[in-house]
């Protein structure tokens, strides 16, 4: 794979956290990741195996004990715009409404007129089929509409790169399933600028349904176990033999 | 003169251990109950509500009664313990209180339904629950036993005046004789004490409740222990086999409660008010009798309250509290003023906070009225810098509840929302404005809540003080100075008026401002349970 290939890398990346009483717990060991322009990278492992920690180090909210993350070609220090991340939990401020709570994400922008802002929140809320709700608070909203703002805020900047943490595991399995399919469907729309997405989760089928290219982490301190290529044709049918024989490969690499 | 001050010092300090121990105690006791007993609840705190806003002077005539049926000498170190115990019991409890409320229904339920014993209930849920909040609170409690000193180790008794052996009644006498030395080796002697209490007792006791503590959802990768932590980092070392159990309690707590609200809805239920009132009934009828046997007596003293309350003039008392109620107003404006960014600074770096809150607490903790009349020619140039001076000096006595309060509501804001600031590079002033102010409002208006109540009663000591030839006073009018000057010409009567007139004020301010603040800020953030 030539270098012009990728967007970011962990090059021999550990990190750990100290405990109270001292030393040092390390998480993740010596890893290399490589995520490619345009693709849509899984990550999956069990809970607590350090995906979270991860992605904090791809976004550049955690600086890891040792090694480097390469993003477009440069070391990466600090959060930038270029990259989003969504938490596990929707992270919404109470006090705002929908509309305020995604401006959140340009507020600090200074290449952006005014104008410019407000369009492009609008079209993000279009975009998560919430119009009409901007001034609507967050404690107003089900679990999934929460999740949509959220994505809609990560998204609002315009990044190269989405980070995904567990987007899904704190909704219903309906509600989660149709955020998959929308997922997949902005995912698949040329019209929006191509971006490079990264979500971790502990939910094998619902990586596999989206993904290009799964790695699959585990052990303490994390090290990848195996990478696995998803080229199932889109949409994917949960219920194709093929789709049926990766779950059960990637299940048992993990236990 | 040296031996004498620290024969005094170790005195205070027993008197003082003696009340905190007593304090902690009955905190727990009652905390815990009315945390998690709604019965109980609805009794227990509007009446200690009302207790914590009667000023010290208001516990004297329970004092002296205390007194009179406790054995002579030993009575009057009974009733200055007592006199320190009001300055140190409510915060605790109402910090019990919050600790206990914090607690989710369902663990109480878990812990019902695996009849777990009374002992195991308060080693996993309670103790664990309340804890930290007991040692966060120590501070303020020592502070203000320190800060009240002189005035709870002199005991009036109608004409006669007791004073208990200690470093506060000594450096009053010194002051009137205009010993300055002895002044000094006192001040430094009781600070030198507060500093080593601090170091061999509160901060072991701050380190091992961090084992409690789940504020800061995010600490940094790799800590460093500043020097003055790094003391007891071998007290940390002892491995706590409940940690585990508490680790997962408090991850529920703070998902069930993201922003912890303190439970103040009895206000404006009638169905508890009705009980309150019914609880007075009961009371009444059960002291009515021994009251009906001495109803001359009874009815003499009301008379003569009245008739205090006439003979001092109703204008002019409404005049005093006029200008009081500025002074506490301005007081808690600059207690915000210097809390906030102290407090924001201090929550952004952990590092900070090992180093520079032990040393905030320990300035807190010095006796301020003690150390004003030395330093009080500062403030001697004309009316309006002893008018900052009082201020100063009410606000040193109460700036601790809003900067704790502030503090621990900063550090509400859990790693994520932290981590939204770095993502989208807000300002600081975007990130203090739309993150951090909301998150923390609730508990900056509790801790306004109490402060008012603190600043009430520095009034006493900060708007008259003094001994002999050297009074600082202010010049214009104040309900403290008043309550000092009658306090001073043994009128009790006056006193008792002056007292229920400040009782009364603090209250109502609370129950129709205050309260309604802290309502209006819960309804206008949207901060719901669910987040
Ligand atoms: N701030 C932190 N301090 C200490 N330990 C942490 C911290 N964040 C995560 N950990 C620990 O690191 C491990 C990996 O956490 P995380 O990256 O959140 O895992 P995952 O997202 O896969 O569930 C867990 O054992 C967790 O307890
Ligand atoms: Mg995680």
Redesign the interface.
């Known amino acids: 794979m030539s270098n012009s290939e990728i967007l970011l890398e962990l090059r021999n990346v550990t990190?750990?956290?100290?405990l109270?009483?001292?030393s040092?717990l390390k998480v993740i060991e010596n890893l290399n990741i490589q995520v490619r322009y345009g693709e849509f990278l899984g990550i999956v492992g069990p809970s607590g195996c350090g995906k979270s920690t991860i992605l904090?180090i791809m976004?550049g909210?955690?600086?890891p004990?040792s090694g480097t993350v390469i993003f477009r070609g440069e070391v990466l220090n600090?959060?930038t715009?270029r990259i989003?991340?969504m938490?596990?939990?929707p992270?919404?401020?109470?006090?705002?409404t929908v509309k305020e709570n995604i401006y959140?994400?340009?507020?600090?922008r200074k290449d952006l007129t005014e104008r410019e802002k407000q369009l492009k929140v609008s079209e993000l809320l279009e975009l998560v089929e919430l119009s009409g709700y901007e001034s609507a608070?967050?404690?107003e909203l089900s679990g999934g509409m929460r999740q949509r703002v959220a994505l809609a805020r990560a998204l609002v900047?315009d990044p190269d790169l989405l980070l995904l943490d567990e987007p899904f595991s704190n909704l219903d399995p309906l509600t989660s399933l149709s955020l998959i399919r929308e997922l997949e469907g902005m995912w698949f729309d040329t019209t929006l600028p191509p971006i490079s997405v990264v979500m971790v989760s502990h939910n094998i089928e619902e990586v596999v349904m989206l993904a290009d290219r799964v790695i699959v982490l585990g052990g303490r301190p994390a090290r990848i176990l195996a990478e696995v290529p998803i080229e199932l044709s889109r949409p994917r049918n949960k219920k194709s033999e093929e789709f049926y024989r990766l779950v059960d490969e990637i299940f048992s690499l993990i236990s | 003169m040296l031996w004498e001050v620290l024969v005094a010092v170790a005195l205070s300090w027993a008197r003082i251990a003696a009340a905190l121990a007593i304090s902690v105690f009955a905190a727990v006791i009652v905390g815990i109950y009315s945390g998690i007993s709604r019965r109980v609840d609805r009794i227990v705190i509007p009446i200690l509500d009302v207790l914590q806003s009667v000023p010290i002077l208001g516990f004297f005539p329970l004092a002296v009664f205390v007194l009179a049926s406790a054995v002579p000498v030993l009575g009057y170190e009974i009733a200055s313990i007592f006199l320190i115990f009001t300055c140190t019991f409510w915060n605790l409890a109402f910090a019990v209180y919050e600790g206990a409320r914090s607690i989710p229904q369902s663990m109480i339920e878990v812990a019902e339904l695996s009849k777990l014993s009374l002992k195991d209930r308060f080693g996993k849920i309670y103790v664990p629950a309340v804890f930290p909040k007991i040692v966060d609170q120590l501070p303020a409690s020592l502070s203000n036993a320190f800060y009240f000193l002189a005035a709870s180790e002199v005991i009036a008794l109608g004409e006669a005046e007791v004073r208990v052996a200690g470093i506060g009644t000594l450096i009053l006498r010194y002051l009137g004789m205009g010993n300055y030395t002895g002044i000094a080796i006192g001040l430094v002697a009781t600070a030198l004490s507060i500093i080593a209490a601090y170091l061999l007792v509160l901060m072991p006791l701050i380190s091992y409740s961090?084992?409690y503590r789940f504020d800061i959802a995010q600490?940094p990768?790799?800590?460093r222990?500043p020097m003055i932590m790094g003391l007891y980092?071998r007290i940390?070392?002892i491995?706590s086999p409940l940690r585990m159990e508490q680790r997962r309690i408090a991850g529920l707590t703070h998902r069930v409660f993201p922003i912890q609200l303190v439970n103040i809805k009895y206000v404006g239920s009638d169905v508890k008010r009705l009980i309150f009132i019914v609880f007075i009934v009961v009371l009444l009828v059960f002291a009515g009798p021994r009251i009906y046997a001495n109803i001359d007596d009874v009815w003499a003293a009301v008379a003569s309250v009245a008739a205090a309350g006439v003979r001092l003039g109703i204008l002019s008392i409404g005049e005093a509290l006029a200008y009081s109620f500025s002074r506490v107003l301005i007081c808690l404006a600059l207690m915000l003023s210097i809390s906030l960014p102290i407090a924001y600074i201090i929550s952004e770096k952990p590092d900070v906070r090992n180093t520079l809150l032990p040393i905030l607490q320990i300035i807190a903790s010095l006796p301020s009225p003690l150390i004003f009349p030395i330093i009080s020619g500062f403030f001697e140039g004309g009316i309006y810098s002893r008018e900052l001076g009082a201020i100063l000096l009410m606000s040193l006595g109460s700036v601790w509840y809003v900067f704790y309060s502030t503090l621990s509501g900063f550090n509400k804001v859990h790693g994520?929302?932290r981590?939204?600031a770095?993502?989208?590079?807000?300002?600081g002033f975007?990130k203090f404005r739309?993150?951090y102010l909301?998150f923390a409002t609730p508990s900056i208006v509790t801790g306004l809540i109490t402060a008012t109540g603190g600043a009430w009663n520095t009034v006493i000591v900060a708007e008259r003080l003094g001994e002999g030839g050297r009074i600082f006073e202010v010049q214009t009018p104040g309900l403290g100075k008043l309550m000092s000057v009658l306090a001073e010409m043994a009128d009790t009567p006056g006193l008792v008026f002056t007292v229920i007139v400040m009782t009364v004020f603090v209250i109502l301010v609370n129950r129709l401002l205050w309260r309604k603040l802290y309502d209006y800020s819960i309804r206008?953030?949207?901060?719901?349970e669910?987040?």
């Open positions: 990190h750990g956290y100290s109270r009483a001292g040092t904090r976004a909210l955690i600086k004990l600090g959060t715009p989003s991340l938490h596990q939990t992270t919404l401020l109470p006090w705002l959140l994400a340009l507020m600090a608070y967050p404690y900047t | 961090d084992r600490p990768a790799v800590q222990t980092t940390k070392s491995q994520e929302y981590e939204l770095r993502l989208y590079r807000l300002s975007s739309y993150i909301p206008a953030l949207r901060i719901h669910q987040l």
